[in-house]
């Protein structure tokens, strides 16, 4: 685990001696998931996993994110998670996530996440890059938005090992 996923995101850290709650685990190997460059809103993983929603996961990223990639996990309007802007920014840099300039009317002129390009639906290739279009280049992907805001078709992000049927 590296430096950044120990000082980020969550505030507090995985339980000295005790396990992890199960639904945690299971939102934190989602987040392990997401491929660099890309993003999972608190909802995508919610629906993913089929259980909570999108402030219990977020309660999980605040309580045990620093133990993955937690500035892959965000908010669905783009914006970057508050007190940890400047540290979520050099990593979205670093791995090359779209970003939109933000406003001149903008507080602090913070870059939002361009979330039609940069958000990860789960499936497809993890390596793969997105295209102009915000879908990754690879097998498998239909590239489709569904109703829900979750990219991946009507059927919302596709659990592990799941293909989307074209």
């Known amino acids: 685990m590296s430096q950044d996923q120990t000082d980020g995101g969550g505030s507090g850290t995985a339980p000295t001696g005790a396990e992890l ?80 300039e933000a406003s001149h009317r903008a507080e602090g002129h913070i870059p939002r996440i361009d979330m039609r390009r940069a958000r990860w639906d789960g499936g497809g290739q993890a390596d793969a890059e997105p295209d102009e279009t915000g879908s990754p280049c690879g097998p498998g992907d239909s590239g489709a938005t569904g109703g829900s805001g979750a990219t991946g078709g009507s059927g919302g992000p596709r659990g592990p090992g799941e293909k989307a049927h074209t």
């Open 21 to 100: 709650p199960e639904y945690a685990e299971r939102v934190l190997d989602v987040a392990d998931l997401i491929p660099p460059g890309r993003v999972m809103t608190y909802g995508d993983i919610a629906e993913w996993l089929g259980e909570g929603g999108p402030r219990q996961v977020g309660r999980v990223m605040a309580l045990y994110g620093s133990a993955v990639p937690w500035w892959r996990v965000v908010r669905s309007d783009g914006t970057l998670l508050p007190a940890h802007e400047l540290r979520a920014l050099d990593h979205y840099r670093a791995e090359g996530t779209p970003l939109r």
